[in-house]
Structures are given as structure tokens and as C-alpha cells.
């Protein structure tokens, strides 16, 4: 997969590029392979996790925090990035407000209730206030907006975690909630691609489904994604869940059976988001701990696929070292 670096969403020049070029020309395969994990903070104090890292020579390229007080979650970000000269991504979940990321952040509202004021200023807002206080603790990275529309009630994921089951609402708040981000210096990651809110299943427990016509899909998410992509959007979640009607739009001779979530799937990871949408930023997996990604196949194939499907970061380890080794003997 080929990135261009000068175009969006990354507009490097020609030093910013050579310091990439020879960033990754310094680097072993094996900082290369560790690069793509991006590990969770959570009930592990940071120094244990790094003593166990620095024993297998593994150095993520991004963390995604637990809820700490602020302060702990400043000090946390300064000793893992102190273990290396690549700045890193500090992610956290920032759907309803700063709480997501420590103790003092602002509640702001569920992605719904600030669609329910009917002002997409309050869109805006959130995206802001977000940014400012989560930038405040070294954050850099945000698991939102959720572009996910609520067309069935019953969707245990998309509930009110989403602003509407109304597509040109969901557009305009999520538009307005990344300017927000943008602003403060937050990047953002849209979710949960290739879209959720159609299935009744929770990803989490299985595999699920967006069963949208590929015309359908077109005129719905696909309208919404390529908007936030043209709008500047620097990275996509891919989730853990099936777009049957485009997998089998971009390969017609595919079985049911070969159908794989868009984790997993070049079809919709690489030529529907890369080369249909024109997507040229970071493609992070789903938590890759949830049954939705585990129940495809076997994680040592499932993790070098998901590489190879398109994604840039793999979210989360179940077992550090073999999921490591896992990618590794893939390289």
C-alpha cells in the first residue's frame, strides 16, 4: 500500500517526509511489527507494562488509556513515550465528553442527546471541549465521532452512542463535532466502519452484519464516510462487522462462507475505504479482544490478516507475547 504523504489527510513537506523515510529506515523489523499494536492502559501500573515490553523489545505506536486522574494520566503518556523517539498516539474514547479519559473531564452528552438539542453548534462544542481538556493530559487521538445510524432500536451498540436514525443529521452533527477536535489539536477516528446500527447483535459477542444494499450503503454511510474523509478525517476503526452486499459487489465470485468483517477484509478495508473513497490516513482495527474479531478464524491468522486486509493498528492484545510473535512470524 503505497501513502502519500503530502496529501490529506497528512500535507507533510519534503523534511517532514525524510524524517519519516529515515525513521523507518532506523527501525528493525521487529520495532516495525511492535509498531502496529496499539496497547491498552488500564489496571497494570505503566512500569510493569514497560519492564515487560522492554523484555521482549516491543514498542507500540500507540496506547489507548482507562479513566485516571488527570495528572496520572499526563504522568502515564510521559514515561511510555520516554521509551522511545517516534511520537506516539495516546488514544482514548471522547464520545460524550473529556470522562473518557480522566476523572476531572467534562460530561458533556451522549452523541444523541446533543443531536436531540437540534443545534449543531452543541456538535461542535463537544468536539471542543473534548479536545481542549483530553489535549490537556498529552492525549492526541480520538476513538470518535460514531457515524453509525440508528435505523434499528434494538442495536445494543449504537443506542444513544449515536446522534440519529436520521442519516443527514448524523452527517452534519459528526461534521461539526470533528472541526471541534480538529481545532484543538485532537485527530479523530471514525466509527465503526463499514457501519453499524442495522444488526440487533453486539459486536463484542459476535460477528455482525450491515445488510444495506451496496446502493443502499452508497446513499447512507458511504455518503457519510466520504464527506469526514474529504473533511479531513486522519483515521477509521474498522469493526468488526460484515458488508455482504459489497463484499460480494467487489468480488463476485465469493462464498458466504469467505465473507469477513471489515477488519479482516481487503475488500472493504483496502478497495472500498482506500481506493473507492479515497481514504489516505491510519486504519486501526476494532478491539481485537472482542468475540466479533476471535470467532473468524484463529487469532495467529487473524492478526497478520488484519494487516494485510488494510489496517494499519491492531487494538488491543490478548496475550502480549503471542500475539507479538504472532505478527512477527508473518513479516
Known amino acids: ?185 485532537m485527530a479523530v477516528c471514525l466509527k465503526h466502519w463499514p457501519g453499524d446500527g442495522r444488526d440487533e447483535r453486539d459486536q463484542h459477542m459476535v460477528t455482525t452484519i450491515n445488510d444495506c444494499t451496496a446502493r443502499e450503503w452508497d446513499a447512507s454511510y458511504g455518503k457519510i464516510y466520504k464527506a469526514l474523509i474529504e473533511d479531513g478525517a486522519e483515521t477509521v476503526m474498522a469493526a468488526h462487522i460484515m458488508l455482504p452486499a459489497y463484499s460480494r459487489k467487489m468480488n463476485p465470485d465469493i462464498r458466504d462462507e469467505e465473507i469477513l468483517p471489515g477488519s479482516l477484509s481487503c475488500d472493504l478495508t483496502t478497495k472500498l475505504l482506500r481506493e473507492q473513497l479515497g481514504f489516505n490516513g491510519l486504519v486501526v482495527t476494532d478491539a481485537t479482544t472482542m468475540t466479533g474479531f476471535m470467532q473468524t478464524m484463529a487469532r495467529r491468522d487473524a492478526l497478520p490478516l488484519a494487516v494485510a486486509a488494510g489496517c494499519d493498528m491492531i487494538l488491543f492484545t490478548l496475550d502480549l507475547k503471542e500475539d507479538y510473535q504472532y505478527v512477527l512470524d508473518a513479516a
Not at 82 to 93: E, H, K, M, Q
Open 1 to 185: 500500500m503505497n501513502v502519500d504523504f503530502k496529501a490529506k489527510p497528512f500535507f507533510l513537506d519534503e523534511s517532514d517526509i525524510a524524517w519519516v523515510q529515515d525513521c523507518m529506515k532506523k527501525m528493525t523489523v521487529e520495532e516495525k511489527v511492535s509498531h502496529l499494536f496499539c496497547i491498552l492502559i488500564k489496571d497494570k501500573p505503566v512500569e510493569e507494562m514497560a519492564a515487560e515490553m522492554d523484555a521482549l523489545g516491543f514498542y507500540p505506536g500507540g496506547y489507548m488509556t482507562d479513566v485516571f486522574p488527570a495528572g496520572k494520566v499526563k504522568e502515564n503518556f510521559k514515561k511510555l513515550q520516554a521509551r522511545t523517539g517516534i511520537p506516539l498516539l495516546f488514544a482514548s474514547n471522547l464520545e460524550r465528553g473529556a470522562d473518557g479519559i480522566c476523572k476531572e473531564g467534562t460530561l458533556f452528552g451522549t452523541q444523541m442527546q446533543i443531536a436531540a438539542a437540534g443545534d449543531k453548534r452543541w456538535a461542535y462544542e463537544l468536539g471542543r471541549v473534548c479536545g481542549e481538556e483530553a489535549a490537556a493530559t498529552g492525549a492526541n487521538w480520538n476513538f470518535g465521532p460514531i457515524l453509525d445510524i440508528d435505523t434499528n432500536y434494538h442495536n445494543p451498540i449504537t443506542n444513544t452512542r449515536v446522534f440519529s436514525s436520521d442519516q443527514e443529521t448524523v452527517l452534519q452533527m459528526s461534521r461539526e463535532f470533528v472541526r471541534g477536535q480538529m481545532e484543538n489539536g
